[in-house]
Nanobody, 117 residues
Framework: VQLVESGGGLVQPGSSLRLSCAAS????????MSWVRQAPGKARELVAS????????IYSDAVRGRFTIVRDNPNQLLHLDMNMLKPEDTAVYYC???????????WGQGTQVTVSS
């Protein structure tokens, strides 16, 4: 199982950014996929989750209306489209897979997003 994030960087407030997660080694389309972030000195926070194709995404209150989680099942990619970024969105963003059959989960290595003027 492998989850590889990309797309992080340093951006100004109000900017947009797309994060991507390339998944391999498991049945991507059958499992729950999420983005989780961790800011310095804080606990990990669920940002958004999406079930298999057709599932209704869920978002944290902090990002609802600004972020969109997208899954591309044929290419085994998970994206997070982030708009109207704020300094408080600064964190390491992790891709997470929860395996519905058999239990267990997997994490990516994380990608840093810094929002600063």
């Amino acid at each position: 199982v492998q989850l590889v994030e990309s797309g992080g960087g340093l951006v100004q407030p109000g900017s947009s950014l797309r994060l991507s997660c390339a998944a391999s080694g498991f049945a991507f389309r059958e499992n729950l996929m999420s983005w989780v972030r961790q800011a310095p000195g804080k606990a990990r926070e669920l940002v958004a989750s999406i079930a298999r194709a057709g599932g209704v995404p869920i978002y944290s209150d902090a990002v609802r209306g600004r972020f969109t989680i997208v899954r591309d099942n044929p290419n085994q990619l998970l994206h997070l489209d982030m708009n109207m970024l704020k300094p408080e969105d600064t964190a390491v963003y992790y891709c997470h897979a929860a395996f519905l059959s058999g239990g267990g989960d997997s994490w990516g290595q994380g990608t840093q997003v810094t929002v600063s003027s």
